[in-house]
Nanobody
């Protein structure tokens, strides 16, 4: 079974940094996009940052200049490097992978990030 597993969440002080990791178990072929979404209590899940096979990377306006998506192709991982964290970044962060030919969407179980003020 294909699974995405996130790790690295935790409690951080405002202004601090945190790095999330996502690794896929099993085999995922024809990756179209891979990245991160987040969902705060009472809010809709939203895009944080995502890269596509075209080479483009999309960031939410709220995280531009603060978050990046490093990749480790050897370990088949994608990271979310978060800097200058703000309390409004508090959410459950989910890794997401989409494929093409055939098209599928995979979600991880999420990892909690809490930023204290």
């Amino acid at each position: 079974q294909v699974q995405l597993v996130e790790s690295g969440g935790g409690l951080v002080q405002a202004g601090g940094s945190l790095r999330l990791s996502c690794v896929a178990s099993g085999s995922i072929f024809n990756i179209n996009a891979m990245g991160w979404y987040r969902q705060a209590p009472g809010k809709q899940r939203e895009l944080v940052a995502e890269f596509s096979r075209s080479g483009s990377t999309n960031y939410a306006d709220s995280v531009k200049g603060r978050f990046t998506i490093p990749r480790d192709n050897v370990k088949n991982r994608v990271y979310l490097q978060m800097s200058s964290l703000k309390p409004e970044d508090t959410a459950v962060y989910y890794c997401r992978v989409t494929t093409w030919g055939p098209q599928y969407t995979y979600w991880g179980q999420g990892t909690q990030v809490t930023v204290s003020s």
